[in-house]
Structures are given as structure tokens and as C-alpha cells.
Nanobody
């Protein structure tokens, strides 16, 4: 499974941005995905969980730092997941990575090791 992330850019504090991540590859591999996640990594810091979504039921999970500002959603027909980011802050600046998990059930939503597929990352820069 290949994941292609897009939508990053340079914005000002308070602006909004939407990231997309599309899956491609063998169908039997794609349909094995049970959950999606977005992570981010700022310079000199570890990669951190941002948001996750259950592929079938649509349950969502968020880091406390983005709760109420970010929304993760999915389009099952397009095998695509989105991260709508609002009220962006300079501390949101990071490379954002999408990831997919085929663990059953999808429970370790905040754990990097639960995700076997990763996108290439897209830079989000928020200026003050």
C-alpha cells in the first residue's frame, strides 16, 4: 500500500488548511486497512500522534493539543483520509505524516508501531 499525502503549505496563525492522504496499491491490501492516523514531527522532536480514525465505524481520536481545532475524516469510496486543520498556531508547524494500520481491532490508535504504512510527509508551516 502506498500513501500519498498532500495539502501542506505556509499559512498564517488562525488560518485553516486541509491535508489529504490517498491510498493506492493492491486491493486486498488496501481493504485490509482498519484505521488511519495523522502524525507530525517538528524539527528536533519525536514524531507525535495527531489524530486517528477507524476505517469502518468512523470513530475518531485526537491529541489534546489539537482537539476542537482539527477534524479527521475519511472517504471510503476513494480510500482517502483528510485532516481539516483550523485555528492554526505556530506550534502546529511540522511535517505531517499520514499512516495506515491493518491491526485488528484498530485500538492502538496513538502508537506509531501500530501503523505499517506511511506516507512521505507534507510540510505545514504556520507563521505568527
Amino acid at each position: 500500500v502506498q500513501l500519498q499525502a498532500s495539502g501542506g503549505g505556509l499559512v498564517q496563525a488562525g488560518d485553516s488548511l486541509r491535508l489529504s492522504c490517498a491510498a493506492s496499491g493492491r486491493t486486498f491490501s488496501i481493504i485490509s486497512i482498519t484505521g488511519w492516523g495523522w502524525f507530525r514531527q517538528a524539527p528536533g522532536k519525536e514524531r507525535q500522534f495527531v489524530a486517528g480514525i477507524n476505517w469502518s465505524g468512523g470513530s475518531t481520536y485526537y491529541a489534546d493539543s489539537v482537539k476542537g481545532r482539527f477534524t479527521i475524516s475519511r472517504d471510503n469510496a476513494k480510500y482517502t483520509v483528510y485532516l481539516q486543520m483550523s485555528s492554526l498556531k505556530p506550534e502546529d508547524t511540522a511535517v505531517y505524516y499520514c499512516a495506515a494500520s491493518n491491526e485488528k481491532p484498530y485500538m492502538r490508535t496513538r502508537v506509531l508501531q501500530a501503523y505499517g504504512y506511511w506516507g512521505q510527509g507534507t510540510q505545514v508551516t504556520v507563521s505568527s
